[in-house]
């Protein structure tokens, strides 16, 4: 399915058809026609999935079959109805963050995607090459929402990376973030994971913030984007992933066009300093657009 020289991502397809031997044909789709810079990222994400997942790896690749299966329900209203089935962020609480079991096989399910999607995967490249890439030595780090962890887990094993520090609402995604960064050899003192609301948020100022698939689970992203721009520092640096037409249990806030999630940096204050649009697996931007396909939009906002 892929070429010689890619081990870790080898091993990675193979455990995931060994679990769910239906998704082979997609798999094989995924990959094809990705260039040797594609390959090579996707292999060692691949290899920092394994680390971080640790003897639940085939577990992580069982839930990411459990996975497929919610979101196509979702994407089953989503087309029927135009619209995300759920609209209370208390109903989101409930039925997904505050349900410890749910989370974890989400989290997993979530986790393994970052390698098999391929608009998943562009934007964690984009996040550890144009974001985290570009921080000054010893920056202050703020990741809302770390869920699984592997943004955390990026921003803090860069080379020169300050303190950083996680917030979440949920126990669960707490409790998978500690776990992983652990299996990673990062000590518990190097990363402070702290159960705050961003709507919530303490008094404090860092100087780059991740605000990575949290947006569209809000009733009012703008006010959360408002809120992000009091934490960060003057000249600090904002990093927001928001998917657009994208269904999901915990998907509120429906984005139609990438577009608007620069606008809405734009009206909480940010400056735009880049953006990546990237389509769903086999989609191009204007396909996607035109059959309102998933694109996950990237954006790089400065205070
Ligand atoms: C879909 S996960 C995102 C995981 C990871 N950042 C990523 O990009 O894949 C969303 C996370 O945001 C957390 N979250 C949702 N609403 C939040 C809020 N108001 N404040 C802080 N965290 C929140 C959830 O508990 C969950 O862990």
Redesign the pocket.
Known sequence: MIPDGYPNLSRAIAMQVAAFPEHESYLARRFAGENAAALTFADELAAVIERLSGDELATVYRDYRWLSDIVLEEEIFFRRHGRYRLTR?ADAVEQV?ANAPY?ARY?NG?LAS?LWWRNHSEVMRYFRDAFIAGHAPGASHL??????G??LAIAATAPGHGLCEG????DA?LAHSREGLRRLGIADEAVALRK????DAPDAQFQSI?F???LE??EDPLA?LRALHRLLAPGGRLFV?APVNSPAP?HLYLFRAPEEVEDMMRSAGFIIEGSLFAPCTGATLDRARRLTLTISAAVIGTR
């Open positions: 962020f963050y989370m989290m979530l970052q990741e809302v929402g770390p869920g699984h592997l943004l917030w979440d609402i949920s995604s705050i609301d961003i709507f991740a990575s698939e949290v689970h809000l959360a992933n915990d």
